[in-house]
């Protein structure tokens, strides 16, 4: 199966919720422009068993001392080992309630995946694949870390496409039955986490469901497609993460042979399974703005291109064009891309590239307007995707532009809590 039970690790003291606190820092890859955040986070976890030691945040991958940083992290983890501060809870799935910074609750499954069904290239047809671009360069100095680790922690979220909510969201009925392994406030204001250890019945529950999903027969018809292999599961966040898993394992095969890596415990990679359809999970847009560029001649690159409108009831791909403190409607009447922002961000990679100019990617729309009224300035404000389309989008286009959408708050991501040992 691609997604399957683990022997999962967690601290000896997962009962102590003060202990847990300290111990559960956020995903290595965010609050990169805060170094106040993560001197907090140091200061609270100082002296303590803390993720924080078997992580490297990416706000330090630039430092002159990252090399060393990176060797203390794999010295803590063997630390840690033999200093046994963790219990193993074998062959198991963890159902997770993680209680958001809003007071909404996101559902997840911790659990691992066969790498073998997992490829970040741009047309892959694997039962895993990545929703966004994969930035090449981001992986060699996460590989650093997980070529000498002993143990991993994810923070890699991956999505079901479940509308019925039949697969996770049962298992809030039946925790009472399950083991609760921990229970504790997440630091730094960032809401609650409760952790069970599923029961067999469950497991097995879950597994027949999951089966199912991976059904060719049943994929092709829920999408209307023709397709040989099917789209089970999408990447929601870390998809970095599990392409540096990925590139570990394929380095593996080529050191000890492909049959010992296929034996090996770096075959498979740690995360949490979500269904897309949570409540929790609303997909924000993520518009651009391009500075010291002629925003007409976009347009007009645009009008060579494509049958363009400027009328208020145009039919097709629509977003709002900014410049010099103005905006309009610009509709797109026969794209070729499933999606507006992919639409969009080709033309903007397209004409940058021919004429020069700087894209930056921001979260409001205040902000966009506000540096557009700058001569040489032009933004483009997008809707947001409609999360039912992220399926279909991927089958039918493959992996999305970079920045289409934004899934939740800093404060909301996902926290370090268990791990598996890899070698």
């Not at 993720?51 to 794999?74: C, G, Q, S």
């Not at 509308?163 to 609650?192: C, T, W």
């Not at 415990?265 to 399974?273: K, N």
């Not at 976009?298 to 709002?320: C, H, M, N, P, T």
Request: glycine letters at 6%; hydrophobic letters at 40%.
């Amino acid at each position: 199966m691609t997604f399957q039970r683990a022997d999962i690790l967690l601290p000896v003291f997962s009962a102590d919720s003060e202990k847990m606190q300290q111990w559960s820092v956020v995903a290595c890859d965010q609050y990169t422009s805060e170094p106040d955040y993560w001197q907090a986070v140091s200061e609270k976890t100082e002296g303590a068993y803390s993720t924080l030691n078997l992580t490297v945040p990416e706000i330090y991958l630039n430092d002159a001392d990252i090399e060393e940083r990176i060797a203390k992290t794999n010295a803590a983890m063997a630390q840690y080992m033999a200093e046994g501060i963790f219990k193993e809870y074998k062959n198991t799935y963890i159902f997770v309630e993680r209680t958001l910074a809003s007071g909404v609750k996101r559902l997840g499954i911790v659990g691992m995946v066969d790498l073998e069904d997992y490829d970040y290239a741009p047309d892959s047809q694997t039962k895993i694949r990545a929703t966004e671009g994969t930035v090449i360069s981001r992986i060699p100095p996460r590989l650093k870390v997980r070529k000498d680790a002993s143990v991993e922690l994810p923070h890699i979220m991956l999505l079901i496409d479940d509308a019925s909510r039949s697969i996770i969201e049962p298992n809030v009925d039946r925790k009472s039955d399950f083991e609760k392994v921990y229970d504790f406030d997440l630091m730094q204001s960032s809401g609650h986490i409760t952790g069970y250890k599923m029961s067999d019945d469950a497991c097995e529950e879950l597994d027949k469901k999951l089966a199912f999903l991976a059904d060719l027969d049943a994929f092709n018809q829920k999408y209307g497609v023709s397709k040989e292999s099917p789209l089970v599961f999408a990447m929601g966040d870390g998809n970095h993460s599990l392409a540096t898993a990925k590139t570990n394992y394929e380095n593996l095969k080529k050191e000890i042979g492909v049959e010992a890596a296929k034996q090996s415990p770096a075959r498979y990679a740690l995360c949490e399974l979500v269904n897309l359809h949570d409540v929790s999970l609303e997909f924000e847009a993520i518009h651009r703005v391009i500075f010291e560029a002629d925003g007409n001649a976009f347009l007009r690159a645009l009008e060579e291109k494509y049958q363009v409108s400027y009328a208020e009831d145009a039919i097709g791909q629509s977003f709002i064009f900014v410049q010099n403190g103005e905006t309009k409607k610009v509709t797109v009447e026969n794209p070729e891309e499933y999606l507006t922002v992919a639409t969009v961000q080709k033309m903007l990679d397209a004409f940058t590239s021919e004429q020069g100019g700087e894209i930056d990617y921001i979260h409001g729309e205040d902000v966009v307007l506000k540096l557009c009224e700058k001569p040489g300035n032009f933004g483009i404000i997008l809707e947001a995707m409609d999360k039912s389309d992220l399926y279909k989008s991927v089958i039918l286009d493959g992996a999305l532009p970079r920045k289409t959408f934004s899934m939740g708050e800093a404060c909301d991501k996902r926290f370090y809590i268990e791990a598996r040992k890899i070698k």
